[in-house]
Antibody, heavy 122, light 107 residues
């Protein structure tokens, strides 16, 4: 079954750290770039980070740059998001999403996980 | 950064046609993708590159894009189409890739 499954969410205090995981199955994980996208309660989707298929390039939203680090272990079909110095405004459901370069060379997200909830609260 | 504007909500009766808009500066010059998100479920790509339809997506879902507005059109709306719909572009110079989302209510 082709799927992405996130894990590692929970409740954490401001300033603390958390590491999320995203495990892929049913497709060749090492051939695909993967994104992290989040959604705060009652808000729209927000792109967080992108890592290339081989981990050679990484890109971050300004809102998380310097605090979050994306990485991957292709031998374990797993993506990670290390989140440091967490803020209340980082509270959201975090999704991993597979990157797809479309026929007109745009980027879309063609496979998503169900997400994992991160709550930052004192 | 680039801003995409969607109406918060759209309501339509079963069997009618729903049109969800996504506004942006010269969005007609960009490629727009649309996602359907039902509560507790993973988002699903329903339209790509303005009007393409991924495998498995019903023909009732279509898209268009011109000028300052992109649109997702759902014909013969069913109760199962009730969901949040978000537009998305890819702009390497902007973090704001998604619209704010539109809640489609089937009356």
């Amino acid at each position: 079954q082709v799927q992405l499954v996130e894990s590692g969410g929970g409740v954490v205090q401001p300033g603390r750290s958390l590491r999320l995981s995203c495990t892929a199955s049913g497709f060749t994980f090492s051939s695909h770039a993967i994104h992290w996208v989040r959604q705060a309660p009652g808000k729209g989707l927000e792109w967080v980070a992108l890592i290339w298929y081989d981990g050679s390039n990484k890109y971050y939203a300004d809102s998380v740059k310097g605090r979050f680090t994306v990485s991957r272990d292709n031998s374990k079909n797993t993506l990670f998001l290390q989140m440091n110095s967490l803020r209340v405004e980082d509270t959201a459901v975090y999704y991993c999403a597979r990157d797809w370069v479309t026929p007109v060379v745009s980027r879309a997200f063609d496979l998503w996980g169900r997400g994992t909830l991160v709550t930052v609260s004192s | 950064s680039y801003v995409l504007t969607q109406p918060p909500s759209v309501s339509v009766a079963p069997g009618q046609t729903a049109r969800i808009t996504c506004g942006g500066d010269n969005i007609g010059g960009k490629s727009v993708h649309w996602y359907q998100q039902k509560p507790g479920q993973a988002p699903v790509l329903v339209v790509y590159d303005d009007s393409g339809r991924p495998s498995g997506i019903p023909e009732r879902f279509s898209g268009s894009n011109s000028g300052s507005t992109a649109s997702l059109t759902i014909t013969r709306v069913e109760a199962g189409d009730e969901a949040d719909y978000s537009c998305q572009v890819w702009d390497s110079n902007s973090d704001r890739l998604f619209g704010g989302g539109t809640k489609l209510t089937v009356l």
